[in-house]
């Protein structure tokens, strides 16, 4: 909250309005708080949407799992019906039991919605000092299959086969979602992070894809 205080006084200094490109209406968005820390987070952005005059209207939803009628876990309707009403949405840290219990929600969200693209910008500071200056990259990774598609089973006591699944169509999708982004936002150059030399038929794939895409 501290760094977006002073990016914010840093913007009020140069007078440029910082919700511009917002008309006056107000858009309504689904807020999911999330686990843990999630609350809190959550809570620090709103603060940051209200400093800088961001005209939106915030719906809460809960996805606290509900068992579905084929006995599975899964995302209650009333949140999937906030997110497919409001077209935008924003989630909190979600927790997900580890070795038992219901499916990943984070997973179960971008399958419902089909987020294939994960976009996370890092970038350094001005007045932070860490073990890296001038950072300024942009990660765009594959949300919805490879290790993330969730296919896996114990084919005996003791061993387990986890399948990760690559397509062509979703290989190429991403990568031309990573060039688009690129285009529009200034950036000269994409690098494809692959393990063709060892996985050669699933980064294979994937690695043809983004060459031709």
Request: net charge positive; aromatic share 8%; charged share 25%.
């Amino acid at each position: 909250l501290k760094m977006a205080s002073q990016f914010f006084k840093k913007v009020v200094a140069s007078r440029v309005p910082l919700a511009r490109c917002y008309s006056g209406e107000i858009r309504k968005a689904t807020i999911i708080p999330g686990d843990g820390i999630g609350p809190e987070i959550s809570a620090a952005v709103q603060k940051i949407f209200t400093a800088a005059n961001v005209p939106i209207e915030w719906e809460s939803v809960d996805v606290t799992p509900v068992r579905g009628p084929d006995g599975k876990f899964g995302i209650p309707q009333e949140a999937i019906d906030s997110m497919n009403r409001n077209k935008v949405g924003l989630k909190g840290p979600l927790m997900t039991p580890v070795g038992k219990g219901h499916r990943s929600l984070n997973l179960a969200l971008r399958k419902e919605f089909n987020l294939y693209a994960n976009v996370r910008p890092c970038r350094s500071l001005e007045g932070y000092q860490t073990l890296y200056d001038d950072v300024d990259v942009i990660t765009i990774r594959e949300n919805t299959e490879g290790e993330y598609s969730g296919i896996e089973h114990e084919i005996v006591e003791g061993v387990v086969q986890s399948i990760k699944l690559i397509t062509e169509e979703a290989s190429r999708r991403v990568a031309e979602f990573a060039f688009k982004y690129a285009r529009d936002n200034g950036r000269h150059k994409v690098t494809a992070v692959h393990k063709a030399n060892i996985m050669r038929m699933s980064d294979g794939l994937f690695l043809r894809c983004c060459r031709e895409a």
